[in-house]
Nanobody, 123 residues
Framework: QVQLVESGGGLVQAGGSLRLSCAAS????????MDWFRQAPGKEREFVAA????????YYADSVKGRFTISRGNGKNTVYLQMNNLKAEDTAVYYC????????????????WGQGTQVTVSS
């Protein structure tokens, strides 16, 4: 099993920044991806950003490209999401997820999930 704990959410004004963290513990894998998804009230969970923890490759949703940066810690069991120039439409619960294997933008393909952290952007 893998346990994921997110932190760093909160309330911020439009144009501001937040940094989310996701700490993973438990089983380790030789190749896996960590990802951020988000879900706004009344909407489906959507892909935000992904990183191949082993190789370092990244991928972003078009809606956050140029504003958000996903990165990994030195120990590779922590992933960060730096969110700049936040907009009201970024308001959602942000979830960290782990997939054994390659990155994917499909939530169904992810094996482990955190409990989520709320991000609220006021306009």
């Amino acid at each position: 099993q893998v346990q994921l704990v997110e932190s760093g959410g909160g309330l911020v004004q439009a144009g501001g920044s937040l940094r989310l963290s996701c700490a993973a513990s438990g089983r380790t894998f030789s190749s896996y991806a960590m990802d951020w998804f988000r879900q706004a009230p009344g909407k489906e969970r959507e892909f935000v950003a992904a990183i191949n923890v082993s190789g370092g490759g990244t991928y972003y949703a078009d809606s956050v490209k140029g504003r958000f940066t996903i990165s990994r810690g030195n120990g590779k069991n922590t992933v960060y999401l730096q969110m700049n120039n936040l907009k009201a439409e970024d308001t959602a619960v942000y979830y960290c997820a782990v997939r054994v294997g390659d990155m994917s933008t499909t939530a169904l393909f992810y094996d482990y999930w955190g409990q989520g952290t709320q991000v609220t952007v006021s306009s």
